[in-house]
């Protein structure tokens, strides 16, 4: 018997259910009961990894601490258990078919004909065993993306479909489904699960436990019904409606018993119930805040939340860290012209520039950093963030008005932000950035001293452009200094404007390392911050 026990999450009807959400909450049930859990994705795309995809398409790209650019439902995992993932957590099509087709090169097939049955479906199925061969986890939660009935999902299903049948006490699937609610008839109807139920059948596979979306309680009856059309017992037909945080749905799914459900089908004990008080403790903190305060966050891509998934996620950390409601300011840089500024910047306690790549919107980066700065708004740059804050305050405070990034004018006389040297002889754009966790030294004394209370801190990185070290002595003579250095290639990673009440910029993005555990120590003080701001005003 394998000591690892496998569950699949299929999703049905339609996407955006919150497959990773439910996957996330069913491993933060078993991680309560003791159980080491992990949770990986496996996207049916042929790119290589999310990271050469537009945020449009496919929303934030999820940075692990070894380097990998994920999928954001790596971000939910990471977030609701307190573990890191790694490469290992997120696998596309595109990464199962470069492995099979380097080794057909290699000769390894020994003259067979390359196959997706056997070659490329083995390929997954080896995929999907690899974190639970390493011995550290008991429970491995693998989240399909996509929806069943999806021509490029087919390869997965069927090797769900050979998983069951190599290892059925071992394994099992649940099925994420809605259950729409139609206006008209006052009913919720049935028939879309039972289809894709149906389809999954066709493709030999019985799912376990349906996990139900609907906006209105599924009633004893409905439960019945969809048990009988899709074989599933009624016990393992699981409600869950919409909830007013993604925070919430653990608690929900332990209502719905679905911990119980699933130890149960792997023959695991159920005896001693889950420990989520301390969740408990952090809705409750979310829900019942005590002070309220408004961060802008400056974007290019604010139109689509999810492009910006972490750092939202962090502020609701450090706002229940802080029992206070953050609420976010979506504010689109392209439209910040000097003339809105006040306008649209005013009532804010805290500004936040954020991630980003390119022209579009930059300028109206620069002046946001502006405000924050002379109007002594606290203020948090991440990566391109930082840049502009470096490049504002070379405009404004040193008198360079050309000052630039060589990112946005490679001619610039003042290329405050510049290539990083290692960056310079690469050609090709996927994963060929300074990418994941490296060491930064944070300087005694400093502002970020006193967040972290440490001198060495790991954070991740995902750019090629860095602050130009030639130019140091002049921003720190005129009161920007760099307070966080890498200690073996002296790049800066934090600056500081010590006269101001709080600004920072960093290089390396902290919103990734936020979990509901362990708010990220930056946002709880820039939240902090802004409750003093806040407060200043009254
Ligand atoms: N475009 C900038 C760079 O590559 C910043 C990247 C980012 O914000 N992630 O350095």
């Known amino acids: 018997m394998s000591a690892t026990k496998y569950i699949f999450v299929t999703g049905g009807v339609t996407s955006s259910l919150g497959k990773g959400i439910i996957s996330a909450s069913l491993a933060t049930l078993l991680q309560s009961r003791g159980y080491s859990v992990t949770i990986q994705k496996f996207d049916p795309y042929i790119n290589i990894d999310p ?139 049935t028939k879309p699960t039972q289809h894709s139920v149906k389809m999954l059948q066709e493709s030999g596979v019985q799912p376990d436990v349906l996990v139900c979306r609907s906006e209105h309680p599924i009633d004893d009856d409905i439960k019945r019904k969809l048990a009988l059309f899709c074989n599933v017992k009624k016990e393992a037909v699981v409600e869950s409606l919409d909830a007013e945080t993604i925070y919430a749905v653990p608690v929900l799914m332990r209502n719905e018993k679905l911990d119980e459900i699933v130890l149960k089908r792997l023959s695991l004990p159920t005896e001693s119930a889950p420990d989520i008080s301390r969740w408990k403790d952090f809705l409750y903190k979310l829900r019942y805040p005590s002070s309220e305060v408004t961060i802008g966050l400056i974007g290019k891509y604010v139109e689509l939340r999810d492009a910006y998934k972490s750092i939202a996620e962090a502020f609701i950390h450090a706002g229940a860290a802080n029992e206070c409601k953050v609420n976010v300011k979506w504010i689109h840089s392209e439209n910040l012209s000097a003339k809105d500024i006040n306008k649209e910047l005013h009532d804010l306690d805290g500004i936040l520039v954020a991630p980003g790549f390119g022209e579009r919107g930059f300028e109206g980066k620069l002046r946001a950093v502006q405000y924050a700065r002379e109007n002594n708004i606290p203020f948090l740059g991440i990566c391109l963030g930082m840049q502009c804050a470096v490049i504002e305050f070379a405009r404004n405070v040193l008198n360079k008005p050309k000052a630039n990034s060589s990112e946005i004018n490679p001619s610039t006389p003042d290329p405050v932000i510049h290539l990083m040297e290692s960056q310079k002889d690469i050609t090709d754009k996927g994963g060929t950035m300074r990418l994941g966790a490296y060491d930064c030294k944070v300087a005694k004394d400093s502002t970020a001293h006193k967040v972290y209370r440490r001198e060495m801190i790991s954070e991740r990185h995902r750019h090629r452009f860095e602050y130009n070290n030639s130019y140091l002595e002049q921003y720190e003579a005129a009161g920007m200094i760099a307070t966080g250095i890498n200690p073996e290639n002296n790049l800066v990673e934090i600056v500081e404007i010590p006269s101001h009440q709080w600004f920072i910029g960093v ?13 990220h120590p930056l946002f709880v003080s820039f939240v902090e911050a802004a409750i003093k701001q806040s407060n200043s005003k009254d």
């Not at 057909?104 to 999907?128: A, C, F, N, S, W």
């Not at 550290?136 to 939660?141: A, P, W």
């Not at 290089?507 to 708010?519: D, G, M, R």
């Open 507 to 519: 290089q390396f993005h902290p919103e990734y390392k936020s979990t509901v555990a362990n708010p």
């Open 51 to 189: 990271g050469t995809l537009n945020p449009y398409e496919h929303g934030e790209c999820y940075v692990t601490n070894d380097g990998a650019e994920t999928d954001l439902d790596l971000g939910h995992y990471e977030r609701f258990l307190n573990r890191p993932t790694s490469q290992d957590n997120n696998v596309t099509t595109g990464r199962i078919y470069q492995s099979v087709i380097d080794k057909e090169r290699r000769g390894d097939y020994l003259g067979k004909t390359v196959q997706v049955i056997p070659h490329i479906t083995d390929e997954i199925k080896r995929r999907m065993k690899l974190l639970g061969q390493s011995g550290e986890f008991e429970v491995v939660i693998t989240e399909l993306g996509g929806t069943v009935g999806d021509i490029e999902a087919l390869p997965y299903v069927e090797a769900v479909r050979q998983f069951k049948w190599e290892m059925p006490d071992d394994c099992m699937v649940v099925h994420l489904t809605l259950v729409p609610y139609l206006a008209a008839a006052g009913e919720l109807k």
